[in-house]
C-alpha cells in the first residue's frame, strides 16, 4: 500500500501541473466590513459554472477562474459580486445585512463528513450551567461524542478517552483544557470565532491523537473602533476588550475570567468546621491575541493563554502545641504562539508558527509544630510536566482549478517530567527524571474533484519519533472520497490510520486534579488507531433542514492505563510499575443528526448507537470488558426559537443509556494485619451491570436589549434539569453489620445506595457591552424622537 501511494503522490506533483490552462488568479480574505473579523467558511464561487470554494480558518480562498464574476457571500451578510484582474490579492468586506440562503457550489467545495462545526452564536443560544456557555458541554449534544459523567466537560470521541483528543487553538495545541475538575472547560466563549471537531477522516495535517481533533478559531480584534464587555454569572465574572493599533493596520483582542467563589468558601470555611482551618477554591484564564496586516499578502499574529485552577487548605495555628498546616494544589497551562500567514501568490499561501505549551501539576504540602520538647518541619512536593516546543509550516498550493494541494512540516521537542516527588524526612534529594523527546511530522493532501461530481482527498502524513534511543517511525495514510448523488445529496467513505506517542493517566471524580502524561518508550509502546466510516448527507426543502447519517468501526492498539488497585502516581519513584500496558479497544456506532436551519424555529435532532470495549492481560483475568463510558444510547434535542426583537428561547433534552459498574456479588471476612477481621468485598465481572439511564431537560431564556444609557445588555436565564431527575453519578454499597452479626445471625445484606449532585439548578448571568457605535446610534435615534415631538 506504501508504494503505491507514493507512486499516486509523485504522479500529482509531477504530471497534474503539466495540464494547467491559461486562467485568472484570484486570492484574498473574506472579513466583516464592520468589525474587520475574518468570515470563515464563506463561498466564493464563479457565476455562470461549478467552479467554486469556502474561506479556510483563516479567512483565505484561492480561485482560478475563466474571467466570469465572482460572487462571495455568507450567511447573515449581503453578498458581493465583481470582475477581477489576474493575480488580484483582495479584501473583500460583506456588510451584515439580512440573512441569504447559502449559495450550492459544486466542483471544488468539499462537503465535510464526520465533522461537527459550532459556530460563535450557536455555542451562546445553549442553555449551560451557570447561565453562561460552554464548548466542550455544547459538543455533548452532537452524535459520536459524549460527557464522561454528569456536569463535567471532559469527552470521549467514538469511544475514545479524554486524552486521546487534540484541542488546538489557532493550530496551536493546548493540553489540559478543564476547570474545576472538568466542571467547565477553559476556552472562553468571547475569544472563539467558529470551532471544528473532526471525529474521523482526520486532515492529514492533523496528528498525534487517536480519537479527534478539536480546532479552535480565535477572534482577531475589531480594527474600527475600540470595545468590550462585562459579564458576571453564579460561578465567575468575564470581560473582553479589543480594538484597533497602528491605525486599522492592528488589533488587540484580550478576554479574560476568574471565580467568585473564592472568598465565600474562606469565609464558610473559616466560621464553620470548628473554625480552625480555611479553604478555598478558584480558576482563572486570561487569553490574548495581537494581529497585523501590513499589507494584503502579509498577516502576523501573537497569541497568548493563561489558565490556573488552586485548591488551598490551611489550618490555624494551634496554641499549645503550635502545629500548623499548609496544602496547595495548581495545575494549568501556559501558551505563547507567533504566527506569520502569506499569500506567496495568488496560488500559493503559507502558514508559519512557532509555539510554546506549558502544563504542569504541583501539589505541595507543609505542617510544622513547635511543641516544648519537639519541632517538627515537615514539606514535601509533587509535580509532574509537559512542555511542547514546537514549529509548523502548512502551504496551500492552487494546482489547478478542481486541484488543491496541501503539504507541510511541523517539529515537535516534547519535555516530560511524571514524577518530581521531595519529602523532607526522607532525608534524601528530590527524586525526578525528565524525559526529552522528539515527535517530526511531514504530510501531504490532494483534493481533486472529478467528472462534476466525485471530491477525493488523499493523503499521507510521516511521523518519526525518538525517546532516549528509543525510535520509531510510522506512516498514516488518509483517505477521503465523496460522491455527489444530485444537487443536495452525497455520499462518502473515509479512512485513516493515527498514531499517539503520550499516554494521559487520570481519575475522575475529584476537584484536585490528577492527570499525568507518559511518554512512549521501549516499554511504554505507542498506540495506534485506524477508522473506516461511511456517510451519507442530505438537504432538504430549500435548504431548511439538512441531515446526516454516518457508519464507523475503529480499533485502538498499544493503550495504556493504571493497574488495578491504583488510581494515581503520587507519592511513588517506581512509577512504571503502576501502568498496565498492551490495551486493545473496539467501538462501532451509527450516528444520525438533522437540523432546521431557518424558520421561526431552529434547531437539531441527534441520535448515536455505540459498542465500546477495553482488553487488558492484567485487568478482569484478561478477559474484554465493556468500556467505562460506555453508552449504546445517546438522544438529544435542542429547539431554539426567537420570541420577537429581544426574546430567544431555548431547549435541550437529553437521554443516555447509564454507565456500566463493576457489582459486587458478595462479601467476605479477611484477618486483618492489626488483629481480628475485616471486611473485604467479592466483585463480579467488570462493568457488566449498569446504573440507571440519564435524562434532563434543560431550558434557557436570553434577553437583548439597549439599557437606558445606550448599551447593549444580554441576561441568560436557564434552568439545568428543569424537572429534577436525581440521575446517579455513582454507585456504592454500605450497611451497618459487623463480625458479631453475622456470629449472631443478625447478619444484613449489602445496599446499593446511589449518589446525585445535580439536581433542579436555576441560574441567571448578566453581559454588559461597551460599543461606541451602538451609544451614538441609539442616542441619534433618542435626539430624532424629541425633534419629532416638538414638531407635533
Request: hydrophobic residues 35%; charged residues 20%; glycine residues 10%.
Amino acid at each position: 500500500m506504501a508504494t503505491t501511494s507514493r507512486i499516486i503522490l509523485y504522479t500529482l506533483f509531477i504530471v497534474l501541473p503539466l495540464f494547467t490552462s491559461a486562467q485568472i488568479k484570484i486570492s484574498g480574505f473574506v472579513k466583516d466590513a464592520e468589525t474587520g473579523e475574518l468570515l470563515i467558511g464563506a463561498t466564493v464561487f464563479e457565476t455562470g459554472t461549478t467552479n467554486g470554494t469556502a474561506t479556510n480558518a483563516n479567512g483565505y480562498f484561492s480561485l482560478l477562474s475563466k474571467g466570469n464574476p465572482i460572487r462571495i457571500s455568507f450567511i447573515g451578510y449581503q453578498s458581493e459580486e465583481g470582475v477581477y484582474e489576474n493575480n488580484a490579492t483582495i479584501n473583500v468586506l460583506l456588510k451584515p445585512g439580512r440573512e441569504l440562503e447559502e449559495v450550492q457550489v459544486k466542483g471544488q467545495r468539499f462537503q465535510q463528513f464526520n465533522t461537527t462545526t459550532l459556530s460563535a452564536k450557536e455555542l451562546l443560544s445553549i442553555p449551560a450551567i451557570g447561565g453562561k456557555p460552554d464548548v466542550m458541554k455544547s459538543l455533548q449534544l452532537m452524535p459520536g461524542i459524549q460527557a464522561q459523567s454528569e456536569g463535567t466537560s471532559l469527552i470521549n470521541v467514538r469511544g475514545g478517552n479524554p486524552g486521546e483528543n487534540l484541542y488546538l487553538i489557532d493550530n496551536v495545541p493546548l493540553i489540559y483544557v478543564n476547570h474545576l475538575g472538568g466542571f467547565m472547560s477553559v476556552f472562553n466563549p468571547d475569544m472563539i470565532n467558529s470551532m471544528e471537531v473532526y471525529k474521523g477522516g482526520f486532515p492529514a495535517k492533523y496528528g498525534g491523537k487517536l480519537s479527534s481533533v478539536m480546532a479552535i478559531t480565535q477572534r482577531e480584534g475589531n480594527n474600527k473602533e475600540w470595545k468590550g464587555n462585562l459579564g458576571i454569572g453564579v460561578t465567575d465574572a468575564s470581560f473582553s476588550v479589543e480594538g484597533p493599533l497602528l491605525g486599522d493596520k492592528a488589533s488587540l483582542m484580550l478576554t479574560g475570567r476568574k471565580t467568585l467563589i473564592d472568598p465565600l468558601m474562606i469565609l464558610a470555611s473559616g466560621l464553620g468546621g470548628g473554625n480552625d482551618f480555611f479553604l478555598f477554591y478558584g480558576f482563572h484564564d486570561i487569553n490574548g491575541k495581537v494581529s497585523y496586516r501590513p499589507n494584503t499578502q502579509n498577516s502576523f499574529h501573537l497569541n497568548f493563554y493563561q489558565g490556573d485552577d488552586y485548591l488551598k487548605y490551611w489550618s490555624k495555628k494551634e496554641k499549645k502545641s503550635g502545629e500548623k498546616g499548609r496544602m496547595t494544589n495548581i495545575w494549568g497551562n501556559w501558551l505563547m504562539s507567533g504566527r506569520w500567514s502569506r499569500i506567496v501568490t495568488p496560488r500559493l499561501f503559507v502558514n508559519n508558527i512557532v509555539s510554546l505549551t506549558s502544563y504542569r501539576l504541583k501539589v505541595a504540602t507543609r505542617f510544622t509544630s513547635n511543641a516544648q520538647n519537639d519541632t517538627i518541619d515537615f514539606k514535601s512536593k509533587y509535580l509532574s510536566s509537559v512542555n511542547d516546543l514546537s514549529f509548523r509550516s502548512d502551504w496551500q498550493y492552487k494546482v489547478l482549478e478542481h486541484y488543491n494541494l496541501e503539504f507541510g512540516a511541523k517539529l515537535t521537542r516534547l519535555g516530560h517530567m511524571p514524577n518530581y516527588i521531595y519529602n523532607s524526612n526522607s532525608g534524601e534529594e528530590a527524586q525526578f527524571e525528565r524525559i526529552n523527546s522528539f515527535e517530526n511530522a511531514l504530510y501531504v493532501s490532494n483534493q481533486l474533484s472529478l467528472f462534476n461530481f466525485l471530491d477525493a482527498t488523499l493523503g499521507a502524513r510521516m511521523v518519526n519519533y525518538m525517546n532516549d534511543g528509543f525510535s520509531k517511525f510510522e506512516w498514516e495514510p488518509r483517505f477521503n472520497l465523496s460522491a455527489r448523488l444530485g444537487a443536495t445529496q452525497s455520499v462518502n467513505f473515509s479512512y485513516q490510520k493515527v498514531n499517539q506517542f503520550a499516554h494521559l493517566l487520570y481519575t475522575t471524580g475529584a476537584i484536585m486534579n490528577n492527570e499525568i502524561w507518559v511518554p512512549s518508550d521501549a516499554g511504554i509502546s505507542p498506540s495506534q488507531s485506524e477508522q473506516y466510516s461511511v456517510g451519507w448527507k442530505g438537504e432538504f426543502f430549500k435548504g431548511m433542514f439538512d441531515t446526516e447519517l454516518n457508519l464507523y468501526t475503529k480499533t485502538l492498539t498499544n493503550l495504556a492505563t493504571y493497574k488495578e488497585g491504583y488510581s494515581n502516581l503520587l507519592g511513588d519513584g517506581g512509577w512504571r510499575s503502576k501502568i498496565e500496558t498492551g490495551g486493545t479497544g473496539a467501538s462501532k456506532g451509527i450516528e444520525f443528526l438533522m437540523r432546521k436551519n431557518k424558520g421561526d424555529w431552529t434547531g437539531f435532532v441527534g441520535y448515536t448507537y455505540s459498542e465500546t470495549t477495553r482488553q487488558f492481560d492484567g485487568i478482569n483475568r484478561g478477559q474484554t470488558y465493556v468500556f467505562d463510558y460506555d453508552r449504546p444510547h445517546s438522544f438529544t434535542f435542542n429547539v431554539n426559537k426567537k420570541l420577537n426583537e429581544k426574546w430567544t428561547a431555548n431547549l435541550v433534552w437529553v437521554y443516555q443509556t447509564g454507565l456500566p459498574f463493576t457489582p459486587v456479588i458478595g462479601r467476605q471476612y479477611i484477618p486483618s494485619e492489626y488483629g481480628g477481621f475485616v471486611e473485604a468485598l467479592i466483585y463480579g465481572e467488570r462493568n457488566s451491570v449498569r446504573m440507571k439511564d440519564y435524562h434532563r431537560l434543560d431550558l434557557g431564556l436570553a434577553c437583548e436589549k439597549i439599557n437606558q444609557h445606550g448599551r447593549k445588555v444580554i441576561w441568560n436565564f436557564s434552568v439545568y434539569n428543569a424537572y429534577n431527575q436525581m440521575n446517579p453519578n455513582a454507585y456504592y454499597y454500605g450497611n451497618n453489620s459487623t463480625y458479631d452479626d453475622r456470629v449472631n445471625g443478625t447478619f444484613k445484606p449489602l445496599k446499593l445506595y446511589q449518589m446525585s449532585f445535580f439536581p433542579l439548578i436555576p441560574t441567571v448571568s448578566y453581559k454588559m457591552f461597551f460599543d461606541k457605535q451602538t451609544v451614538a446610534k441609539v442616542r441619534a435615534s433618542k435626539q430624532k424622537r424629541k425633534k419629532i415631538k416638538r414638531t407635533m
